[in-house]
Nanobody, 117 residues
Framework: QVQLVESGGGLVQPGGSLRLSCAASGFTLDYYAIGWFRQAPGKERELVATITSGGTEDYGPSVEGRFTISRDNRKNTAYLQMDSLKPEDTAVYYC???????????WGQGTQVTVSS
């Protein structure tokens, strides 16, 4: 079964750091672009970061300079390193992937990130 599973969320203080993982199973991530999205209650889903199969990174303006997306194809896992966290980063974070030249996108179940003092 094709599956993406996020992990690493939790409670962190403002200014702290957290690393999220996105583990793929049932398929190989090598030829997939990966994205992280987030959604807070009452807010629209927001693009956080993307990384292509070739390793090119892009970031949403609200996280630029604070978050880093990466991938380890040998582990079939993608990551989101989050530094200098702010309360407004609080959301459920979702991992998604799409193979090149494919209309099919896979989604994980999400992991909760709460930034609060």
């Amino acid at each position: 079964q094709v599956q993406l599973v996020e992990s690493g969320g939790g409670l962190v203080q403002p200014g702290g750091s957290l690393r999220l993982s996105c583990a793929a199973s049932g398929f190989t991530l090598d030829y997939y672009a990966i994205g992280w999205f987030r959604q807070a209650p009452g807010k629209e889903r927001e693009l956080v970061a993307t990384i292509t199969s070739g390793g090119t990174e892009d970031y949403g303006p609200s996280v630029e300079g604070r978050f880093t997306i990466s991938r380890d194809n040998r582990k079939n896992t993608a990551y989101l390193q989050m530094d200098s966290l702010k309360p407004e980063d609080t959301a459920v974070y979702y991992c998604t992937s799409r193979r090149r030249n494919s209309a099919t996108r896979y989604w994980g179940q999400g992991t909760q990130v709460t930034v609060s003092s």
